[in-house]
Nanobody, 127 residues
Framework: QVHLVESGGGLVQPGGSLRLSCVVS????????MDWYRQAPGKQRELVAT???????NYTDSVKGRFTISRDDAKNTAYLQMNSLKPEDTAVYYC?????????????????????WGRGTQVTVSS
């Protein structure tokens, strides 16, 4: 089975920085896309940043220039470096991955329709 676990959230003052990590565990062969989403109280979950296995990245406009997504495929880990944090960045941040290929007894298996989510980590930006 595939599991995603986030860490690194916490309380930070405006202008501060945090680095989130997401570790994907399981019999992982490859991961196509890894993303970070966030959900603030009373709001819909939104895509914050995404990174493909080829290195392509995309960010929502509100975090461009402040957040950086990266990944270490040898460790099956994604990161979100968040700088110049603002109170409006306060949310639960979720790691998401899709098109994960796993090593099974019959070979490499990919379920293109499967989505994998972590349980989230709380980020609070407040003075």
């Amino acid at each position: 089975q595939v599991h995603l676990v986030e860490s690194g959230g916490g309380l930070v003052q405006p202008g501060g920085s945090l680095r989130l990590s997401c570790v994907v565990s399981g019999r992982i062969f490859s991961i196509y896309a890894m993303d970070w989403y966030r959900q603030a109280p009373g709001k819909q979950r939104e895509l914050v940043a995404t990174m493909t296995s080829g290195g392509s990245t995309n960010y929502t406009d509100s975090v461009k220039g402040r957040f950086t997504i990266s990944r270490d495929d040898a460790k099956n880990t994604a990161y979100l470096q968040m700088n110049s944090l603002k109170p409006e960045d306060t949310a639960v941040y979720y790691c998401h991955a899709n098109r994960i290929s796993t090593i099974e007894s019959m070979g490499i298996i990919t379920n293109p329709s499967a989505d994998y989510w972590g349980r989230g980590t709380q980020v609070t930006v407040s003075s």
